[in-house]
């Protein structure tokens, strides 16, 4: 609530389906949270607000960004246009670049 500005946010919570890998999935789930803290100052990607554990429940709060995911804008508009995936794929290698150099960051400042 402290950082969120009392915007909207989404709140995802730990939910493993097979209670028997829970251990890894807890662990997975730890290395999304460090992993979004890490690229989470790019105006392309959601600012992750907080990540916590109550009990044995863990969660991960991020900003809400308001639109359609993909498969609703398909079933809306039909099948992009080749100008279309033109623009979406030059609006998407951006934030993978800077996915990237982050990763890069990341491993040479661990060595």
Do not use: M, W
């Not at 690229?39 to 607000?49: D, K, S, Y």
């Not at 109550?54 to 709060?61: A, C, D």
Request: with cysteine; charged share 20%; aromatic share 10%.
């Amino acid at each position: 609530k402290d950082k969120s500005n009392n915007s909207y946010c989404v709140i995802k919570q730990l939910f493993p389906e097979n209670i028997n890998n829970y251990e890894k999935a807890k662990y997975l789930f730890y290395q999304e949270a460090q992993r979004l803290e890490e690229v989470g100052n790019h105006p392309q990607i959601p600012t992750l607000l907080d990540s916590f554990q109550e009990g044995n429940e863990q969660y991960l709060v991020q900003e809400y960004i308001p639109g359609q995911n993909l498969a609703q804008e398909l079933t809306e508009s039909g099948a992009f246009t080749e100008i279309e995936i033109k623009q979406l794929l030059n609006n998407l290698l951006p934030v993978l670049q800077f996915i990237h150099e982050k990763q890069k960051n990341i491993i040479i400042s661990t060595c």
